[in-house]
């Protein structure tokens, strides 16, 4: 929770995070995602030398994979959930804007696999029910079960539908960013978006791309700064800012605001500025950014 802060626009802050979450049980379609299915004899072999987590934990029918696709620098190429609706097929969740980009990056290391790539018309929806994990018949957000669920082809019955702008809050509040408006295809760094804390990455599987320098950031244990929520002083669009945006204190730098949902955003902060008031570039609005509370509590 955000402590009081001197400016009168964010003296409400502290209160903000918690009611955000106060809602009741409700369902979003997710426009922004695609699934693509991979199957075949071959297709979880080729997924496990092409994703940071151990394809090999999707042991059910009914669970989800979160994961990173990385590029040979350690980049995160796209951030995906997988699910596994038979033995030899999987499904795989990507932010729509980069299917053509996932569809030719997965070709490459597909020549001479027995696996086939198609691109699937299910849609894709989220339902979520701040404080409890689920909702019936779908797939527990393997990121954070504060996130609710995930449902293919059709949505839960006993939910009410809103926007994905709705969602989107829901998830911003809680610190978890998702798809290209909020992670930068090709230059962001995964344990930047908190993969390590999402349980995307798997550290004792064999070898995946981006593994070397992913590997080293883990056991040298230097990530100095993290995707967290922030709270603006004002409703702001992405449209009003170039984003990602500079963000400072005085004239240190501080991080980079990534994106923004009205009055709340995710920005990539240097630990010793959180809980503090902050300029973005050529911007009046300011932002304040904390911890989550669901980080590790050595983190807290």
């Given at each position: 929770?955000f ?18 979450c ?16 991979i ?85 894709v ?34 939910a ?17 960013s ?17 993969l ?26 230097e ?25 400072s ?21 240097r ?30």
């Open positions: 929770m402590r009081s802060l001197c400016s009168s626009k964010l003296t409400n802050a502290g209160l903000w995070f918690n009611k955000v106060r809602k009741s049980s409700s369902v979003a379609e997710l426009h922004n995602r695609q699934l693509v299915e199957s075949g004899p071959e297709s979880g072999k080729l997924l496990q030398g092409l994703f940071t987590n151990d394809i090999n934990n999707l042991s059910g029918t009914h669970t989800a994979l979160y994961t990173h696709l990385l590029n040979v620098r350690g980049r995160i190429m796209f951030d995906n959930i997988v699910y596994r609706p038979n033995d030899d097929v999987y499904f795989i969740e990507v932010d729509k804007s980069l299917v053509s980009k996932f569809l030719k990056f997965v070709s490459m290391y597909n020549i001479r696999s027995k696996a086939k790539i198609a691109v699937r018309d299910e849609p929806y989220a339902s979520f029910v701040p404080g409890s994990s689920l909702l019936d018949g779908g797939y527990v957000d393997p990121r954070l079960p504060l996130l609710g669920c995930r449902h293919i082809g059709s949505p839960p019955d006993r009410s539908t809103v926007s994905l702008h709705e969602y989107d809050r829901h998830r911003v509040a809680l610190g978890v998702e798809g290209a408006r909020d992670i930068s295809s090709g230059k962001d760094f995964p344990f930047e978006h908190n390590d804390f999402l349980s995307g990455v798997s550290f004792s599987k064999g070898c995946y791309i981006g593994q070397e320098l992913t590997a080293r950031t883990h056991h040298v244990g990530t100095r700064k993290r995707v967290v929520p922030v709270k603006l002083s004002e409703d702001v669009e992405d449209t009003q800012l170039s984003l990602p945006a500079r963000i204190l005085g004239s240190r730098a501080a991080g980079k605001l990534l994106s923004t949902y009205g009055d709340i955003g995710l920005a990539v902060l630990f010793p500025y959180l809980d503090q008031e902050l300029s973005i570039k050529d911007s009046h609005v300011t932002l304040v950014g904390r911890k989550p509370a669901w980080w590790p509590e050595e983190m807290r």
